[in-house]
Structure formats: C-alpha cells, structure tokens
C-alpha cells in the first residue's frame, strides 16, 4: 500500500536537513501562511512529503524574486484555480449523464 504523500512524518529538524532550510525559516512560512504541517497531540510539528515539495516550490519562487506575500497568493490562487476546475469536470460530468 503507498504511503500518503500528506502523513506528517518528519520532525522540524529532519524538514529543514532535507529541504535545506534553517527550522526559523520553516517557521517563519507557517506563521505566513505557506506551509501547514500537522500537529502532533503534544503539539509538534510534523511534516510531509507534501511539505517538502511545497518548501521545494518556496524555495524556487524565492530564488526567481517573488516574496513571501507573492508567493502565498500564488498558491492561494492555485488552489482557487483547482476548486473550479474541479467543479467545471463536476458540471461536466453530470451534463454527460443527463443527455444519455
């Protein structure tokens, strides 16, 4: 069975070795608003393979210039983006099965 890409896994300090980001800094895009890690019960952070590609994605978008408010409206407005094209292949969908 494959593992879920979004299974927080990693503790802060295994994150930041492997996306090669300082722990502040994982820190820093949470209270920002680009990265959401799941809690444990006690309260610790633990990420995701989902988060690593998101930091990968941060890191890029960075290098390119963006700032962190930019980059967060990138990704809000990517997720605005798949919500309707998820509805669009709803509508889709449903208008399929009516004409049959």
């Given at each position: ?19 090669g ?74 208008r ?5």
């Amino acid at each position: 069975m494959p593992l879920d890409p979004t299974a927080g896994v990693y503790v802060m300090s295994v994150a930041a070795d492997l996306s090669g980001l300082h722990p502040q800094t994982l820190r820093l895009y949470e209270r920002r608003g680009l990265l959401e890690p799941v809690r444990t019960d006690g309260g610790n952070r633990r990420y995701s393979d989902a988060d690593l590609d998101q930091l990968r994605r941060i890191t890029v978008l960075a290098d390119q210039g963006i700032n962190i408010e930019g980059i967060r409206r990138i990704f809000e407005l990517e997720a605005e983006l798949a919500k309707v094209r998820r509805q669009l292949d709803d509508e889709r969908r449903r208008r399929g099965r009516t004409r049959d």
